[in-house]
């Protein structure tokens, strides 16, 4: 069994890794840890910062630490699933892309390499509503999802 986790460094993420992994153990099977970095997000903390501090000539300096703290933070949490998921005698790999999170997700999990999706209920925001992402993507993966809270 092949199972894709979808990880954006929230603690519903990490639930659903380590979930995945207690499958993956049952069932002898391989787990992804896939993540998405999408440069709008950085440009988005950019400007509010800039916006908040009054510093829109620093907009571009504050957008490139922003991206590198984004890539260090998710290349973090990976690496520590990563070790769970070996000290737990799993088959582990991951994957970090850039671009739009839908389009990446559907992209990925449509691709015909797993047969399942795991991935948490809420997102980087902590809201008590079920997370956009889910719900923009969780209808078009043609695979089974299961949504770990």
């Not at 997000?41 to 907009?59: D, N, V, Y």
């Not at 957008?63 to 290349?75: A, F, G, L, Q, R």
């Not at 973090?76 to 790999?93: A, D």
């Not at 015909?112 to 956009?132: C, E, F, H, L």
């Amino acid at each position: 069994m092949k199972i894709l986790v979808l990880v954006d460094g929230s603690k519903w993420s990490q639930k659903a890794a380590l979930y995945a992994f207690s499958v993956a153990k049952r069932k002898n099977g391989k787990v992804t840890l896939f993540s998405v970095l999408d440069r709008r997000e950085a440009k988005a903390l950019a400007f509010h910062l800039s916006m908040r501090s009054e510093s829109l000539e620093k907009i571009k300096e504050f957008e490139e630490t922003i991206w590198k703290d984004m890539k260090k933070s998710v290349k973090e949490v990976i690496t520590t699933l990563l070790e769970i998921g070996q000290r737990e005698g799993i088959n582990c790999s991951f994957k970090i892309v850039e671009g739009h999170a839908k389009d990446k997700i559907l992209e990925e999990a449509n691709s015909g390499n797993y047969d399942m999706v795991v991935m948490g209920a809420y997102g980087k925001s902590g809201k008590t509503r079920i997370g956009s992402l889910l719900e923009d993507v969780v209808g078009q993966i043609r695979i089974p999802v299961m949504i770990v809270r």
